[in-house]
């Protein structure tokens, strides 16, 4: 139900005990007192159904077990103390009324004071509690497995309980997509809202305007795994993300202009086709029709909009997408609306479970990469290898998942196949490169829909 709220569950029924029992301890050590509560946000993986959640286009994702875990103690202070188990990441204070997120230097901390700073001024908080925290994540960082989203969303659900309010899963996913654009990325909101809505054996349709979850299950026989490229990306730090969100807008606002429509206030893909009122398939050929696929310059696009190089630079493109000078439109926008599709038939599937459910989810899968790697252009070498690996192992379909450029593929695997598939792969592509193994050695997992974001509190102390 959308109207749900985070569970809330004493800390003594958790399968991790041992887990929070260390986590306390360094906490005890750290802080000289006991964590009052403690939060845990998912990472996820997406099935099908990239970079389209900000065209308003529906995914289909489900948490990983991987997860950011914080303990936390409200204090009488204004200020926020932040540490890491992870001895990488150094501890951050500072006060609450104050709260600077750097865009230029995407340090962990930043990612925290997002979730925070949601929250705070969600509830016009005046004067919002000081708090110890300490933050253990198992989450490979940087691998498209939504670390940062997780860190948000944890830290939105930890400044909210030490505050003493609540939220329903689906505001709480709205603050905190709305509030990671702080650090300067626009996500269209999948990575929190998959964070908070997801539930143990289900992966989810996530639909947006109005955000809702739905159930999707997988078909039996089928396991996904998830691969690590271990080339990192950081969509704060590269501009290629924003870029992407760019390139769809404009194509937006030029279709939107040659049909028409009012082009203004039209942002994402999604509006054009409801305000037509047709198929995706008529989308692609409209896409089709109008756009070239050569570049277009940035003159290009004003004379079509009709509009000065000053507006365009003031009015619609943002602050990181100031000196782009090209923009592709074409194979920006055919790529949203066919991957839009290919969800739908993949959440049919799923629900028809036909005899050949796995081939035809593979064939998708293997559809949406090509698309992603040739038109979005948002894979790298390295990733089409491994994806180009995993179909050789005995993967039946695999695609890049998250953004892209670096980080993770995922992989369906008929589960007979399953240890087979994990040893060709770890042969053919991480024992050739003894560094792709390292650091946690987490780099190959098969995965499970898990759960969605928690708090648990410690004992009655609360
Ligand atoms: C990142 C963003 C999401 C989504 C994906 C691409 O994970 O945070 O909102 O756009 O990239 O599908």
């Known amino acids: ?10 800390a003594q029924c958790l399968p991790m005990q041992g887990k929070l029992l260390k986590l306390k301890e360094m906490f ?3 802080f000289g007192s006991a964590p009052k509560f403690y939060a845990r946000a998912p990472g996820r993986v997406n099935l099908i159904g990239e970079h389209i959640d900000y065209c308003g286009y529906a995914v289909l994702p489900m948490a990983i077990e991987q997860d950011i875990l914080i303990a936390a103690e409200p204090v009488k202070t204004q200020i926020v103390h932040l540490a890491n188990t992870n001895p990488m990441y150094r501890d951050f204070s500072t006060s609450t009324n104050n709260i600077q997120i750097n865009q ?8 925290f004071l997002c979730g925070l700073k949601g929250i705070q001024e969600h509830f016009s908080l ?3 509690t000081g708090m110890n925290c300490l933050l253990d994540g198992t989450i490979p960082p940087s691998s498209g497995l939504s670390s940062s989203s997780a860190l948000v969303c944890c830290a939105g659900l930890v400044t909210l309980t030490a505050n003493g309010k609540t939220l329903s899963k689906v505001e709480l996913a709205e603050v905190c997509t709305k509030s990671e654009r702080y650090i300067g990325t626009q996500g269209g909101g999948m990575d929190q809202s998959i964070s908070f809505l997801a539930e143990k054996g289900t992966a989810k349709l996530i639909e947006f305007n109005p955000l809702r979850a739905t159930d999707v299950r997988l078909p039996s026989g089928v396991t996904f795994v998830i691969a690590n490229s271990c080339v990192e990306m950081n969509k704060a730090a590269t501009s290629h993300y924003n870029i992407r969100v760019m390139e769809c807008r404009l194509a ?8 028409g429509l009012g082009w203004r206030a039209m942002l994402k893909l999604q509006d054009v086709q409801s305000n037509l009122g047709v198929s995706l398939e008529e989308m692609l050929t409209i896409a089709e029709e109008i756009f070239h696929p050569e570049p277009y310059s940035i003159e290009e696009i004003c004379k079509c909009l009709g509009i000065s190089l000053e507006e365009l630079r003031t009015q619609i493109l943002s602050q990181n997408t100031q000196d782009v000078t090209t923009f592709k439109l074409y194979q920006r926008a055919l790529h949203v609306y066919s991957e839009a599709a290919r969800v739908l038939e993949f959440r049919q599937i799923c629900t028809e479970a036909p005899n050949n459910a796995i081939q035809r989810l593979g064939d998708l899968m293997n559809q949406s990469h090509a698309s992603c790697s040739n038109m979005y252009e948002c894979s790298c070498p390295a990733l089409d290898q491994l994806v180009d690996i995993c179909l050789k192992s005995g993967a039946v379909g695999s695609r890049l998942t998250g953004a892209g450029w670096g980080g993770c593929a995922v992989s369906v695997v008929p589960t007979e196949k399953l240890k087979s598939f994990l040893a060709n792969v770890e042969e053919a592509y991480y024992k050739t490169n003894g560094q792709r193994l390292a650091p946690e050695k987490n780099s190959l997992f098969a995965t499970k829909p898990g759960d969605g974001a928690l708090v648990f509190l410690e004992g009655e102390s609360m």
């Open 28 to 30: 005890i050590s750290k």
């Open 1 to 10: 139900a959308p109207h749900t709220k985070p569970s809330i569950v004493p």
């Open 104 to 111: 230029t230097k995407p340090l962990w901390h930043n990612y």
């Open 252 to 259: 937006t606002k030029l279709l939107a202009k040659s049909k």
């Open 126 to 128: 005046i004067s919002p």
